[in-house]
């Protein structure tokens, strides 16, 4: 694994599912996030990570969950997912030390 | 509330120079980015202002003025594959990313 990697890279989904987004970074970075695009929006936070161990809330929390029991992964689950849910997801991490965000490929999803 | 505003889309010609704005209104400041975004892929890092002033790197510029609440990321020397959307984004006083919607540019030969 060489940077951050996402997994699955597509989803259609059921509304009322259970889905969770993986997230594995190998580059030992503190901090990860998650994020939703949406066109004609930015990049919206959902939750994120300063610290194995520790998860915030973002922008838009709502209907998503996630937990850090490693610095490597970070997933994301939606519990009952809903149509308005459909999105891009992007995971990226960043190291306390650096300024920028590196972003994972990204996981489409549709919610029907 | 938070708001940054950039254009949603512009056109230039191969080989010009094109200005790519962005001014934001957020509660603090620690820094603003300039990301790049092809269609399908996910965002790369280009660059990063926390002081007033320019920042080159190579064929992009980026300006920052704290004072405005302004920035624009300068491409020189355009070439058909800086055909991509730029992202500016502000950190703000919680030190998370508040991100503009993105300007989608547009090269044409």
């Known amino acids: 694994i060489a940077g951050i990697t996402q997994a699955p890279t597509s989803q259609i989904l059921a509304a009322g599912r259970r889905m969770t987004l993986r997230c594995t970074q190998d580059m030992r970075h503190n901090a990860m996030y998650w994020y939703r695009q949406d066109l004609g929006l930015g990049l919206r936070l959902i939750h994120y990570s300063n610290t194995a161990g520790t998860t915030g809330k973002g922008e838009v929390p709502d209907g998503y969950s996630v937990s850090r029991a490693n610095t490597d992964d970070f997933p994301l689950t939606l519990a009952s997912a809903v149509p308005s849910q459909t999105s891009v997801y992007f995971c990226?991490?960043?190291?306390?030390?650096?300024?920028?965000?590196?972003f994972g490929p990204g996981t489409r999803l549709t919610v029907l | 509330g938070q708001n940054i505003d950039q254009p949603t889309e512009m056109t230039a010609t191969e080989g010009a120079i094109v200005q790519i704005n962005c001014t934001y209104q957020t509660s603090g400041f620690n820094g603003l980015f300039w990301y790049q975004q092809h269609a399908g892929e996910a965002p790369t890092f280009l660059s990063y202002?926390?002081l007033d002033g320019l920042e080159e790197k190579g064929r992009f510029s980026s300006f920052l003025s704290r004072s405005k609440g302004y920035s624009y990321l300068l491409l020189k020397e355009l070439q058909m594959k800086d055909s991509a959307s730029y992202l500016c984004?502000?950190?703000?006083?919680?030190?998370?990313?508040?991100w503009g919607a993105g300007t989608k540019l547009i090269i044409k030969p």
């Open positions: 202002n926390v």
């Open positions: 990226a991490s960043s190291d306390r030390s650096y300024n920028e965000q590196f």
């Open positions: 984004a502000v950190r703000d006083s919680n030190y998370q990313l508040i």
